[in-house]
T-cell receptor
Framework: DGGITQSPKYLFRKEGQNVTLSCEQNLNHDAMYWYRQDPGQGLRLIYYSQIVNDFQKGDIAEGYSVSREKKESFPLTVTSAQKNPTAFYLC????????????FGQGTRLTVV | QKEVEQNSGPLSVPEGAIASLNCTYS??????FFWYRQYSGKSPELIMFIYSNGDKEDGRFTAQLNKASQYVSLLIRDSQPSDSATYLCAVLNSGGYQKVTFGIGTKLQVIP
């Protein structure tokens, strides 16, 4: 079945460490997105990518980095520069221009200990 | 002004009533509009999408779009306790670099 796979589901990180969240899709979608969700904040866009080797900052990109070396993969690195990284992270994808639907992964809950 | 605005709620309705969820957006050229339902601790799931002015019905759900007023709504008829969740409005923008922007979500409580 086609879909988006995020791993791991739960992740614990020590302060000062970088950590990478995985997002893989087999939908042959061009566009991929990373969102962060905090209580009462809704989904906020971190980074997005329309094509391989290209990506754009979203509304809250500081402290995060991404890469898009393959169409299927869009990993998100939470760096030590992110001051409040504990949150629920969601990856999504769309076909690209003209899309009418976004597909989501199951999310990764990151906790800094 | 936020790109997509929703009232965070909670919106409480009795079982069997009509729940009305509202959303406004700022980008007049936005193309497509989505309603997602999110249960606590789960990922959002798509309920409906709409891209033409007017109403679109699917079972107990009706999405309404008014592009002139930059307003989209979701009506849930015969509300059930299982409809209790947060409902997210999302907008696909009109720019060359497409992105989906979400509202904060409205928490709906259906009272048995």
């Amino acid at each position: 079945d086609g879909g988006i796979t995020q791993s791991p589901k739960y992740l614990f990180r020590k302060e000062g460490q970088n950590v990478t969240l995985s997002c893989e899709q087999n939908l042959n979608h061009d566009a991929m997105y990373w969102y962060r969700q905090d209580p009462g904040q809704g989904l906020r866009l971190i980074y997005y990518s329309q094509i391989v080797n290209d990506f754009q900052k979203g509304d809250i990109a500081e402290g995060y980095s991404v890469s898009r070396e393959k169409k299927e993969s869009f990993p998100l690195t939470v760096t030590s520069a992110q001051k409040n990284p504990t949150a629920f992270y969601l990856c999504a994808s769309t076909r690209g221009p003209g899309s009418t639907e976004a597909f989501f992964g199951q999310g990764t809950r990151l906790t800094v200990v | 002004q936020k790109e997509v605005e929703q009232n965070s709620g909670p919106l409480s309705v009795p079982e069997g009533a009509i729940a009305s969820l509202n959303c406004t957006y700022s980008d007049r050229g936005s193309q497509s509009f989505f309603w997602y339902r999110q249960y606590s601790g789960k990922s959002p799931e798509l309920i409906m999408f709409i891209y033409s002015n007017g109403d679109k019905e699917d079972g107990r759900f009706t999405a309404q779009l008014n592009k002139a007023s930059q307003y989209v709504s979701l009506l849930i008829r015969d509300s059930q306790p299982s409809d209790s969740a947060t409902y997210l409005c999302a907008v696909l923008n009109s720019g060359g670099y497409q992105k989906v922007t979400f509202g904060i979500g409205t928490k709906l409580q259906v009272i048995p």
